[in-house]
Every structure is written in structure tokens, then in C-alpha cells.
DNA sequence: GAATCTCTTCAATATTTCAAGATAACGGAA
DNA sequence: TTCCGTTATCTTGAAATATTGAAGAGATTC
């Protein structure tokens, strides 16, 4: 049986969460605090890592990052909230695998805890750095670079690819990504989505009318593929 | 035209819900007291039920633990005020999918229903991956490769190969498959399925005009084998 | 108050879906 | 077996639908 550390605060989201857990067969452990949830994970044998952001004694980031300097690689997930969205490129940098974002349905937590657990799927991106092909992007800097040369994008078109990244090959819809990366509280149309595609392919793309990278998926969605 | 019920005391609401609902070409049950919403949300064919909290002679989160006690899996969507936050979470302990807090906005409660309505989010029997003979699917991705070749398939195809495959080794007939893959709405004709079938053979076949696995059931229909 | 970022709108463009018709294959009856 | 009506295959093209890309309005930030 699986093991899982739920580190979290309000009761509530706690209980919650160690229930829906339970009735899929995980065994969980809890601390409501950064530094109990810190030695837990050293302690412990454990599967993985969910990370409430905003917590007392010590904050999420950096149980994340201490983990991270420590050797430790678990997968971990962060739970983000709506006004720590900016804070969310920082889960990356710290070395998180992937986040959800509150309020989050149980449905969407219970997949992306499958896919951290899948075996071969632990996704690492320890490192504030990403490359592929001709590209590298440093994600604490907000800069990336195609054939050495530099170019920006804005904190939202970061997060937009972050988020592909994120879910490398995977086909991602409009509302999905909506949904995760803009969040329950705003109502953009599914056509902003297309602009930020469009806007991102501009910079990271040789050729943007014929991606290699962020591929269309027709009457689906997008993609992104490492190697084209 | 997807069926939501609406279980609601407060009239206000749920005249207020039941005209946006309809707006949006959803078709709307109601009940005003939980026995009613139980009663209805057992009896009839219903996509996602919101379920109001606080009810007349049963409360929602009875209504929820009894349905989900009864196997029932729809997707519910629970309504909670605001003094009732603490207990957002319950919703999730109950087995509820997702909640809002009153006073919500009408893009607010739209966007979390099609959230909830979206295919993948709610737990039904996904086939993630597939592979007989020499091809291998990837129906996350929307991708395939025969002997290592990839090939692309339109999401439509993927969505009939994925109903062979789930039926395996049965036989449909060109009216099954257009009622369930295609849906009520549609009424396209059974040349069309020819295509399609067509158009997959082309690519998973070998030898598509003398196809192993996507075979013809002369008079009948299609069905799908793994081994041919 | 300028500059940047975000989001919407709309026409052009591309892809997918579907139907119709010609040809080939099937299967039962003589 | 051969014939013939029925069913399936496959091509082609038009209609429906989706995506692209630019331009501009509105919001935010510095």
C-alpha cells in the first residue's frame, strides 16, 4: 500500500483529503505544520508529498526546497491558492512536481496523484531550468533563449508553458488549461487561450505557422512535445 | 441535450438556476426537498446533480452519502452558504465532486458544471493506453504508431476505435455506433460510419483492405479483435 | 501617464466531417 | 456454378467547424 504525507493546515481541507485518499487504498500520514511535515518526510518511508503552500512554523516552499537540497526525490504536490498564483512559478523553481489549485475537486487531485505515482512518470523538474531542442527558458528568471539568442515572455506565458511542460505530451484543452492555470475566479473565453499558444509559439518556435513544439490538436486542444 | 437536476428549496434560486441552465441548452429536472432529489436522482437518466445544502426533510449532504452508498457515481455539485465554508470540505468526505459558495456568480457555477461535465473528470472506465499486434495507442496523447511508425488519427476516429476497443470482439451495428459515439443530437448516416472504419483501417491495418482486426460483419456491422 | 500585459473580436485560412456516387464483393437462389 | 440483388468499399468534393493571426480595447503596473 501506498504511502502518502498530507501536509495541511485547516482541518477541514485535512480530513478532507485523508478520506478520499483512504477510500482509494493510500495509507496517509498528516502533520498541520511545515516542520513536522519536513522531519515526516525524513522519517518516513513515503510515496508522495502533498504540499499546502501556505502553512505555520515553515512554509511549503521551503519544506520543498529543503527536501529537494536533501536529496530527497518524492514526488510532491503543491496546493496552491488564488492569490499565491504567482507563487506558483516559485513551487517549479523549488522543485515540486506538479500543483493543483484550490478548490480543487477530488477528481482532479486522485489524477494527478496516479500520474506522480505511475511508475517512470515521476516527473523531476528540480531544476529551475528547462531546455529542449534550440530553447532554454529559466523559469526563476522569467527568460528564455532560442539559439542563444534571448527573448521574454510574461509572467502568465510562462506559466501557460510551464504548464505544458509540466504535462509534456499529454493533449490539454482549452478549459483545462483555463481551469488550472487561470483558475476557478476568472472568466476568460477559450479564445485567449489560442493567443497565448500563438504568442508562445512566436518565441519558442523556429517556424510558428508549423510548430514542432506546441502542436495544435484539432477540436481538442494542445500539446507540447519536446522533439519535433 | 445533457439532463441536470437541480435540488433547491430556496424558489428564487431555483428559477434563477433553472433559466441559466436552460440557456445553456441543458435540459433541467428540479426537486425542493431531499427526499424528492433522491428519489429523482435514482429514478431518472441524469448527467450532474446541484445539490443544494440545506434542504427541507433531508439535507444534501444525506442526499450525496445516499446516493454514493447506493453506487450512484454521477457528478454532484454541491451549493454551501457562506457560514457553512468550514464545511466546504465535507462535500468531499460525503462524496460530493465539487462545490460552490452562495452567493455565486451564473459564469461561476457554468464553468465549475462544465468542468465537472468534461470528459476525463469524472472516473469512468478510461482506457489510457492500448496495444495489440504491432500497434500501440495512446489515447491521452491522441497518438498511435504501427511498427514504431507514428500515425495520427483525428479525435473523431480515436473516439470510434476507443469504442471497438472497449467492446471488444463484439459486433456493432452502424446505428449502435452512431448513438453512442456520435450521440442523439447527430444524425449523420450509416455511410459515414463506413468511412470512418475506412479511414481507420488505413492506418492500423497492415493490409486495409484485408483487415485483422477491424473487421467486417457482413449485414451487420463491425467489430474489433485483437489477434487476427 | 506611459508602457506593458491581458483579453476580445473578427476575417482569413485550414481541417475535419459527412454524403453521394461509382465500383467491388458478397451471398442466396436457380 | 452462375446470376443478380444487396451490401461494402473507396474516391471525391462541398459544407460545417475549428484555428490562426492581427488589431485594438481595457486593465494593470511602474
Same mark, same amino acid.
Given at each position: 500500500?501506498?504511502?502518502? =504525507?498530507?501536509?495541511?493546515?485547516?482541518?477541514?481541507? $485535512?480530513? !478532507?483529503?485523508?478520506?478520499? =485518499?483512504?477510500?482509494?487504498?493510500?495509507? #496517509?500520514?498528516?502533520?498541520?505544520?511545515?516542520?513536522?511535515?519536513?522531519?515526516?518526510?525524513?522519517?518516513?518511508?513515503?510515496?508522495?508529498?502533498? =504540499?499546502?503552500?501556505?502553512?505555520?512554523?515553515?512554509?511549503?516552499?521551503?519544506?520543498?526546497?529543503?527536501?529537494?537540497?536533501?536529496?530527497?526525490?518524492?514526488?510532491?504536490?503543491?496546493?496552491?491558492? *488564488?492569490?499565491?498564483?504567482?507563487?506558483?512559478?516559485?513551487?517549479?523553481?523549488?522543485? %515540486?512536481?506538479?500543483? #493543483?489549485?484550490?478548490?480543487?475537486?477530488? @477528481?482532479?487531485?486522485? %489524477?494527478?496523484? /496516479?500520474?506522480? $505515482?505511475?511508475?517512470?512518470?515521476?516527473?523531476?523538474?528540480?531544476?529551475?531550468?528547462? %531546455?529542449? @531542442?534550440?530553447?532554454? $527558458?529559466?523559469?526563476?528568471?522569467?527568460?528564455?533563449?532560442?539559439? !542563444? #539568442?534571448?527573448?521574454?515572455?510574461?509572467? +502568465?506565458?510562462?506559466?501557460? =508553458?510551464?504548464?505544458?511542460?509540466?504535462?509534456?505530451?499529454?493533449?490539454? &484543452?482549452?478549459?483545462?488549461?483555463?481551469?488550472?492555470?487561470?483558475?476557478?475566479?476568472?472568466?476568460?473565453?477559450? /479564445?485567449?487561450?489560442?493567443?497565448?499558444?500563438? &504568442?508562445?509559439? +512566436?518565441?519558442?518556435?523556429?517556424?510558428?505557422?508549423?510548430?514542432?513544439?506546441? $502542436?495544435?490538436?484539432?477540436?481538442?486542444?494542445? *500539446?507540447?512535445?519536446?522533439?519535433?
Amino acid at each position: 500500500m501506498k504511502r502518502i =504525507l498530507i501536509v495541511e493546515d485547516d482541518p477541514a481541507i $485535512l480530513t !478532507g483529503l485523508e478520506t478520499i =485518499l483512504k477510500e482509494e487504498q493510500y495509507e #496517509v500520514l498528516t502533520a498541520m505544520d511545515g516542520e513536522k511535515g519536513y522531519r515526516e518526510a525524513r522519517k518516513e518511508e513515503i510515496a508522495l508529498i502533498i =504540499l499546502d503552500i501556505m502553512l505555520p512554523k515553515k512554509n511549503g516552499m521551503d519544506v520543498c526546497r529543503d527536501l529537494r537540497k536533501d536529496g530527497v526525490g518524492i514526488p510532491i504536490l503543491m496546493l496552491t491558492s *488564488k492569490k499565491e498564483e504567482m507563487d506558483e512559478v516559485m513551487g517549479f523553481e523549488v522543485g %515540486a512536481n506538479d500543483y #493543483v489549485t484550490k478548490p480543487f475537486s477530488p @477528481q482532479r487531485l486522485l %489524477a494527478r496523484i /496516479r500520474n506522480l $505515482l505511475r511508475p517512470g512518470n515521476v516527473r523531476d523538474k528540480e531544476v529551475a531550468e528547462y %531546455a529542449f @531542442q534550440n530553447v532554454s $527558458l529559466d523559469f526563476k528568471r522569467l527568460e528564455g533563449s532560442k539559439n !542563444g #539568442v534571448p527573448f521574454e515572455l510574461s509572467a +502568465k506565458e510562462f506559466e501557460v =508553458l510551464k504548464y505544458f511542460i509540466i504535462h509534456e505530451g499529454e493533449v490539454i &484543452s482549452r478549459d483545462t488549461l483555463l481551469d488550472d492555470v487561470w483558475g476557478y475566479e476568472s472568466f476568460p473565453t477559450t /479564445r485567449t487561450v489560442d493567443n497565448y499558444i500563438l &504568442s508562445i509559439r +512566436k518565441k519558442i518556435e523556429d517556424n510558428p505557422s508549423q510548430p514542432r513544439h506546441l $502542436l495544435t490538436v484539432h477540436t481538442v486542444g494542445y *500539446k507540447f512535445v519536446k522533439e519535433g
